[in-house]
């Protein structure tokens, strides 16, 4: 019943409360996953050493790329059930529940396999440096050994999150998360497991969210049927869903794909570099949080009303999550342009580390004032299941802009790794204006121009008798 009250606040009323209501537990859910991993960067600093860190920083790099691929293909499971649900298409929103058991299944055996077993050559393609690549490989192939956790915690976030329930994942998360720390200090500070007792912990903690959230959603149920029969009729959903998540999967394992290499070339440079890259990474994965929770939320919140036929709402909704996101993205800027090396420190006592890192986080910082357009953006052509454009624009981004950029920047014989962050905040530049540039091709430019706006005022006028 929950579910069904938030669905309808969704197409009707106010915009602003229903989508602050719904995107905060995103984002606390998304602060909690970055505490996971950033719990682990911090035990690990404090409590290991700094090829552990280098370890974390680069083995945790690949793991969220397959994270990435599932969390993208699962947008299409909550896009298609927000759609279903909006347009009232209660067996539509059973089936796309069956293609997912389907389509998920297969996944995660053949995500499992691919992970464990080349997890040696992939930390060969980072140019892992020698020091950590054993500790690197170790982290993986026990990450990658809970691939079936990962899989279903996703799948079952985005049934919720489709049906407009936001609350419950926050609370699957935050379980994996506390039991996270303490398994973090029981492997890496009491058994000085290092970078392997940091995986060991993820992927217990894992283990137990998944359970739990299996028990919940079998005590609260769904707003429609689901059974057996809609998993045998599914061949459908499956195709509609990977339309809808396939180009997301893309993006983001393109996205994630650059970043390797961004990271492989930062690694060539040595282990303080290399160190230096993991913390930015994990301080970036903080403040991103915001404009990748109005994302989320812009994709149910458009996909349900498209669903129900309500376009210039959606696009309402839009306007008000860029202006939230881009607020509290003028907070992320100042604190990685002001307090870069305060940041550092946190995960790392290697005061070389710290201010490498922070010369890294001061070049990036630009990017924080332009993501909060592109994320928000980028929700409302997924709720609009126009996501072969959203995979296009992050192709370009990674391997025209990001990519090339940083490689030119790091071998112009200057060591200092801020100009390889500007390259990162001139990636999102570019992600910005293809994203404004799509968003009036396909709304009509002539639309937002302030003419327009002054016509529409004086025939309103006109129609109230107003001279």
């Keep these: 019943m929950m579910v069904e009250k938030t669905s309808h606040s969704f197409l009707q009323g106010d915009i602003t409360l229903p989508l602050i209501r719904f995107t905060i537990p995103l984002a606390l859910a998304l602060i909690v996953q970055a505490l996971y991993g950033a719990v682990d960067m911090v035990i690990v600093g404090q409590l290991g050493s700094t090829a552990d860190v280098a370890a974390v920083g680069t083995g945790s790099l690949i793991i969220q790329a397959m994270v990435a691929v599932i969390s993208g293909l699962s947008m299409g499971i909550t896009v298609r059930l927000g759609y279903c649900i909006g347009a009232g298409d209660r067996l539509g929103a059973g089936q796309t529940l069956g293609g997912m058991v389907r389509l998920f299944s297969v996944i995660c055996v053949l995500m499992t396999i691919l992970m464990i077993g080349f997890a040696p050559r992939i930390a060969g393609w980072m140019s892992t440096p020698p020091e950590a690549f054993d500790q690197t ?181 839009l306007h008000r999550g860029m202006a939230i996101a881009f607020a509290m993205g003028m907070i992320s800027f100042c604190l990685a342009f002001f307090f870069g090396e305060f940041l550092a420190g946190l995960f790392e006592k290697n005061p070389e580390s710290v201010y490498a890192a922070s010369r890294l986080l001061k070049g990036a910082a630009f990017e924080h004032l332009l993501y909060p357009f592109v994320f928000c953006l980028l929700g409302y052509f997924n709720g609009k299941a126009l996501t072969t454009f959203v995979m296009i624009q992050g192709a370009v981004c990674a391997f025209l802009v990001r990519v090339p950029l940083a490689w030119y920047l790091s071998r112009t014989g200057n060591e200092d790794l801020f100009w390889v962050g500007m390259a990162l905040s001139l990636s999102a530049l570019v992600s910005l204006i293809l994203c404004v540039s799509y968003f009036f091709r396909k709304n009509g430019f002539r639309k937002y121009t302030l003419l327009y706006r002054y016509r529409q005022f004086t025939r309103l006028f006109e129609k109230k008798g107003i001279s």
């Design 137 to 317: 490989v170790a982290y993986m192939t026990i990450c990658s050994a809970g691939t079936v956790l990962i899989v279903v915690y996703n799948a079952i976030a985005a049934i919720f999150r489709g049906l407009g329930d936001s609350k419950s994942p926050l609370i699957f998360v935050m379980i994996s998360c506390l039991l996270n720390i303490g398994a973090d200090l029981f492997f890496v500070g009491i058994l000085k497991m290092g970078a392997a007792g940091a995986a060991y912990a993820t992927v217990i903690s894992q283990a137990v969210s998944v359970v739990f959230s299996i028990f919940y959603i079998r005590r609260v149920g769904l707003p429609f049927r689901f059974s057996l029969r809609h998993i045998r009729y599914s061949g459908n959903a499956v195709g509609k869903i990977l339309k809808i998540g396939l180009p997301v999967a893309s993006q983001d394992l393109l996205n994630y794909f650059s970043f390797m290499i961004l990271a492989s070339i930062v690694n060539s440079l040595g282990l303080l570099a290399s160190a230096a890259m993991g913390i930015e990474g994990k301080v970036f994965s903080f403040f991103i949080l915001v404009p990748v929770s109005f994302m989320s939320a812009l994709s149910t919140f458009v996909a349900q009303n498209i669903g129900a036929r309500q376009e210039k709402r959606a696009i309402r909704a």
